[in-house]
């Protein structure tokens, strides 16, 4: 079983920062990409940034410039690097990763969510 779990989110004024963590545990025979979706009441869960193996990164144009996602591959953890925070970023922000469990089954998780409110 594979457990993802995040930490770093909270309030910020606008114009603040933050960085959200998400550390994956477990039995991890290698993973494959991982990522930040937010989600806001009433609406979609939207990509907001993902980090494949290979290092290649992808942003939603709304985050472009202001986040940035890294990744420990020693600690099997991802970063987000949240700055110049907006209000209209206030959202539920989700890890996710995709992940070989053995050579042969890959899975996706997702982590619990932590709440990011950007007050203006």
């Known amino acids: 079983q594979v457990q993802l779990v995040e930490s770093g989110g909270g309030l910020v004024q606008a114009g603040g920062s933050l960085r959200l963590s998400c550390a994956a545990s477990g039995i991890i025979f290698s993973i494959k990409a991982m990522g930040w979706y937010r989600q806001v009441p009433g609406k979609q869960r939207e990509l907001v940034a993902t980090?494949?193996?290979?290092?290649?990164?992808n942003y939603a144009d709304s985050v472009k410039g202001r986040f940035t996602i890294s990744r420990d591959n020693a600690k099997n953890t991802v970063y987000l690097q949240m700055n110049s925070l907006k209000p209209e970023d206030t959202a539920v922000y989700s890890c996710?990763?995709?992940?070989?469990?053995?050579?042969?089954?890959?899975?996706?998780?997702w982590g619990q969510g932590t709440q990011v409110t950007v007050s203006s």
């Open positions: 996710n990763a995709d992940l070989m469990v053995s050579l042969t089954r890959r899975v996706n998780y």
């Open positions: 980090h494949t193996s290979g290092g290649s990164t």
